[in-house]
C-alpha cells in the first residue's frame, strides 16, 4: 500500500533466528507532514501583515517630531518588537524549508573558504558593540559536498551565538580544517559557558538557558535547531562542550569533505 509507512526493527530471536519487527508509522508521520506545512504556511501568513506594521511604523517615526516624548519611545518600542517578530519568523521559515528540503548535498560543491569569509564580514558588523577579537583559522582549499545556504546558516548562527553570549572584549576562535574523516568546524568562545544540564536540549525549538537574558539579546531561539537540522542534512552531529564562566566550544565534522584532485575532475 503506497499510503502506509512501516519502521522495521531486526531482533536476534533464539539462537539462530531473527524477528523483524514492523511498525505502522502512516498516522505519525501523516501528523508530522501536517504540523511542518502548518508552520509553514503561518510564518509566511505572518510576513506580510508585518511588514505593513512595520513599514507605517517608520512612517509615523517620521511625522511625529513635535510629538511628546512617550510617542517617539512607544513608536520605537513597536519597530524594535515588530523586527523581532520578523526575526523569529525568518527562523521558522528557514527551519521548514531545511526540514522538507529535497536539496541533494551530494549534487553540490561548497567552496567553504569563500563562504565563511562572508559570514566573517557580517560577525565584523556584528562586533562592533561586543569588540570581541575574533580569530579566523581556515584551511586553504576546503570544498565539501552541501547547501550553501544552509552551511552558511549553520556557521553563522553558531558564531553569532559566540558573539552574544560573551561578555564584551571577549576572545572568539573559527576553525575549519581538514581531519581525519572530514571537515572541521569549530567556533570556541571565552564567554558565559553552558551548565551541563541544558545542553541535551539546546538544540530543541525555542530552549533557551536564561529565558529572560536570552530575549534581550534579540535571538529567536532557534538557531541552534536550525544548526541541528543542517547538520543531520549533511550526515554530521553538533558537538558541544562548555564550562560556566569559562566558554563554550561547538563543532562538527562534515564527512563529505571534497579536496584537490576531485575538486580538479568535475
Ligand atoms: P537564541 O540564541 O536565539 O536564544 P539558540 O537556539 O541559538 O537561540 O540558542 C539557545 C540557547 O543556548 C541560548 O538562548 C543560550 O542560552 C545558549 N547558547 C547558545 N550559544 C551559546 C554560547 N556560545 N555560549 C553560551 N550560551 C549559549
Redesign the pocket.
Known amino acids: 500500500n503506497p499510503n502506509k509507512m512501516f519502521e522495521y526493527r531486526m531482533m536476534e530471536y533464539g539462537q539462530d533466528q531473527l524477528l523483524l519487527i514492523a511498525r505502522d508509522v502512516s498516522r505519525v508521520s501523516h501528523l508530522e507532514e501536517m504540523r511542518k506545512d502548518f508552520v509553514a504556511n503561518v510564518s509566511h501568513e505572518l510576513k506580510t501583515p508585518l511588514t505593513v506594521i512595520n513599514g507605517y511604523l517608520e512612517v509615523l517615526e517620521s511625522t511625529t517630531t513635535d510629538s511628546p516624548p512617550i510617542v517617539g519611545k512607544a513608536l520605537s518600542e513597536m519597530g524594535s518588537q515588530t523586527k523581532r517578530m520578523q526575526v523569529l519568523i525568518e527562523d521558522l521559515l528557514i527551519l521548514s524549508r531545511i526540514e522538507s528540503s529535497s536539496d541533494r548535498i551530494f549534487e553540490n560543491v561548497v567552496d567553504m573558504q569563500a563562504m565563511l569569509r562572508q559570514v566573517e564580514i557580517e560577525a565584523n558588523a556584528l562586533n562592533k558593540i561586543k569588540k570581541h577579537s575574533i580569530k579566523f583559522t581556515i584551511d586553504n582549499d576546503l570544498r565539501v559536498y552541501g547547501v550553501e545556504p544552509e552551511l552558511r546558516s549553520a556557521c553563522s548562527?553558531?558564531l553569532f551565538?559566540?558573539i552574544?553570549?560573551?561578555p564584551r572584549g571577549g576572545s572568539i576562535e573559527v576553525k575549519f580544517k581538514r581531519k581525519a574523516g572530514g571537515a572541521y568546524f569549530a567556533?570556541i568562545?571565552n564567554?558565559?559557558?553552558?551548565e551541563d544540564k541544558?545542553l541535551r536540549r539546546?538544540?530543541e525549538r525555542f530552549?533557551?538557558?536564561?529565558k529572560g537574558?536570552?530575549?534581550t539579546?534579540?535571538?529567536?531561539?532557534?538557531?541552534?535547531?536550525?544548526?541541528k537540522h543542517v547538520l543531520n542534512h549533511h550526515n554530521a552531529r553538533l558537538e558541544i562542550s562548555?564550562t560556566v564562566g569559562k566558554?563554550?566550544k561547538?563543532s562538527f565534522l562534515l564527512p563529505n569533505e571534497l579536496i584537490g584532485d576531485d575538486w580538479e575532475d568535475l
Open positions: 548562527n553558531l551565538n559566540a552574544h553570549y560573551t567556533v568562545d564567554g558565559d559557558g553552558i541544558h539546546l538544540t530552549y533557551r538557558v536564561d537574558r536570552s530575549r539579546t534579540g535571538g529567536s531561539g532557534l538557531g541552534l535547531s536550525i544548526v562548555s566558554g563554550s561547538f
